[in-house]
């Protein structure tokens, strides 16, 4: 474990580098954006320029940004004058709570539609499982998401067709405008879960040690739940980890459509604006939201599987 906290440093620190980088590539200029209709003003223009150092070279712009960063100062957002911070932890709550439904829904359907089919494979159960892992990977978030609006919203009126209710204000409602979104997203992930969970299973099944537990006598699911299911799992845990990763950074389209103020709007929004304080602050804690769910893996996989603890 202490390996693997060792490697984040360097892992952050390169990473840090590239979001520096490529971002200069960014087409426009941040000074004629926030410069409005004084656009045409080179003095005020060479004055905006001075402020947000960027008359400075590209490597001291990156050394000053990352001294801090190392303080843990994300720097302010040229556009809306606030901490990056302090904009980052008003939309995580948003971005934990659809990414933690998303993926509650993609394990719920994912992981017993993978065992099923493993199961009863080559038969007509197996058959509708893959059917429907197949049709959620193919089907796009944005027509599923419009395809659910006009269905639940404008035809039954069940649900709310967008917008976002903080759980600390009305939980209901907040259920109720966000299970739409959190439902496209992990249906997806439900397929990509169902497919890996099959292999899985299929392969830990053909091994001799749940041959033995049938030969025993065992029932059919005890074998498959304590036997095969738990080293099955070893594959599927590094593929959560990796989801869930992918969920927390935020689903652009999904949040686009049903106007749900997380962290793929704000990276939208500061992207189109060249706000490059918010997009660095948000890369950088996505990619430390990645890095601490991949250590949480690795203990993941000590816990389901004794065996590794002696690696």
Not at 23 to 46: C, K, N, S, T
Not at 168 to 174: F, G, I, L, M, N
Not at 250 to 267: D, R
Request: charged share 15%; glycine share 8%; net charge positive.
């Amino acid at each position: 474990m202490l390996r693997r906290l060792g490697q984040i440093i360097p892992t952050l620190l390169i990473l840090s580098v590239l979001i520096f980088a490529l971002q200069q590539l960014m087409p426009g200029d941040p000074a004629i954006i926030m410069a409005g209709e004084e656009r045409g003003d080179p003095q005020v223009l060479a004055e905006i320029r001075a402020e947000l150092m960027l008359d400075r070279p590209i490597w001291e712009q990156y050394a000053a940004w990352l001294w801090r960063l190392l303080h843990g100062d994300l720097g302010f957002s040229w556009r809306i004058r606030q901490p990056v911070g302090s904009l980052i932890l008003e939309k995580l709550p948003v971005t934990l709570q659809l990414g933690g439904m998303a993926f509650l829904i993609a394990i719920a359907i994912g992981i017993p539609a993978g065992i099923v089919s493993a199961a009863f494979r080559d038969r007509p159960a197996d058959w509708a499982a893959n059917a429907v892992a197949l049709a959620g990977i193919s089907t796009p978030n944005f027509w599923l998401g419009i395809m659910m609006i006009l269905l639940f919203s404008v035809e039954l009126g069940w649900l709310p067709p967008s917008g976002y209710v903080p759980l600390s204000q009305d939980w209901r409602q907040s259920l109720a405008t966000t299970i739409m979104p959190a439902f496209v997203l992990g249906t997806g992930i439900a397929g990509v879960f169902m497919r890996h969970t099959r292999a899985a299973m299929i392969g830990a099944l053909s091994q001799d040690y749940v041959r033995t537990a049938r030969a025993k006598g065992l029932p059919e699911r005890v074998v498959i739940g304590r036997h095969a299911l738990r080293n099955a799992l070893v594959p599927v845990v590094t593929l959560a980890t990796i989801e869930l990763g992918r969920l927390l950074a935020g689903a652009v389209l999904t949040e686009q459509i049903f106007s749900i103020p997380g962290f793929g709007k704000l990276i939208v929004d500061a992207v189109f604006n060249r706000d490059y304080p918010v997009v660095q602050g948000v890369v950088v804690v996505t990619a430390l939201i990645f890095v601490t769910l991949s250590l949480i893996g690795d203990l993941l996989y000590m816990a389901i599987n004794p065996r590794l603890r002696a690696a």
